[in-house]
């Protein structure tokens, strides 16, 4: 994943990714069996150096997640059937969520023994607005089904099946990457600086973003195509 997403993240022909998975359900979430030796078997001579190198494999898993959100380029994912465990943790790292009606949601951790540590206690109360919900969630492991899920704000639309949702999730990226990606991959830094910190600081981070990325030549070639009544589609804009 990390390897992944830093290719994406410097790849000039890429500008919108999709995510989905391929098997019957989106993701079982994490395989206890594999991280096993890592987690339960950890190196060390005495409980620091344990804890020490447990902290760094909790980090290296957070990173697998966390570059997805720090790759520049909107990335969208597609859940169909059983997103548990990880797989929340994944979804709530990426920029727009979308789903089957098919499909449930699952903070899994709690009914193995751990608090979730790779990112949903983090992301999904910004996600969904409701800390009360959050709580629920993440302290019963209930599932939450597609209907729910669409009226808390975790996924935006939902689709009958899979091939809908994916055509759906395509022609979004279409419409993403038609656009400037000076504009989108700017857009996407700035939403996730502000979502981190006060709406000053965004502000002061925006202007500072923009007094130089205004200076693009995408803003003039769409400020035509607009005058002209054409679409962003019609625009070449240049590689980033």
Not at 139 to 154: H, I, P, Q, V
Not at 176 to 183: D, L, W
Not at 202 to 230: P, V
């Amino acid at each position: 994943m990390v390897d992944c997403f830093n290719q994406i993240a410097e790849d000039k022909e890429c500008r919108v990714v999709v995510f989905s998975g391929a098997g019957k359900l989106f993701t079982a979430g994490i395989d206890l069996l594999g991280m096993a030796s890592d987690i339960m078997q950890p190196e060390g001579d005495d409980t620091a150096r344990i804890s020490w190198n447990l902290r760094q494999i909790i980090a290296k898993y957070q990173e697998t997640f966390s570059v997805i959100e720090k790759c520049p380029k909107p990335v969208i994912v597609a859940v169909h059937g059983a997103c548990i465990g990880g797989g929340v943790d994944l979804i709530t790292a990426c920029d727009i969520r979308l789903c089957t009606q098919d499909a449930w949601f699952q903070v899994k951790e709690v009914d193995i023994g751990l608090a979730a540590d790779v990112g949903t206690l983090q992301r999904l109360p910004k996600v969904i607005g409701s800390q009360s919900l959050v709580n629920e969630l993440a302290l019963t492991a209930r599932k939450m089904y597609a209907d729910e899920a669409k009226s808390c704000g975790l996924v935006s639309r939902v689709f009958p099946d899979k091939e809908t949702m994916m055509a759906g999730a395509l022609e979004m990226a279409g419409e993403i990457a038609s656009r400037s990606p000076v504009a989108v991959q700017g857009t996407k830094i700035n939403l996730i600086f502000s979502r981190d910190h006060s709406v000053q600081e965004g502000l002061n981070y925006m202007a500072t973003w923009n007094m130089s990325m205004l200076q693009t030549q995408d803003l003039m070639k769409s400020a035509q195509a607009a005058m002209e009544k054409k679409s962003p589609k019609d625009v070449i804009f240049s590689k980033l």
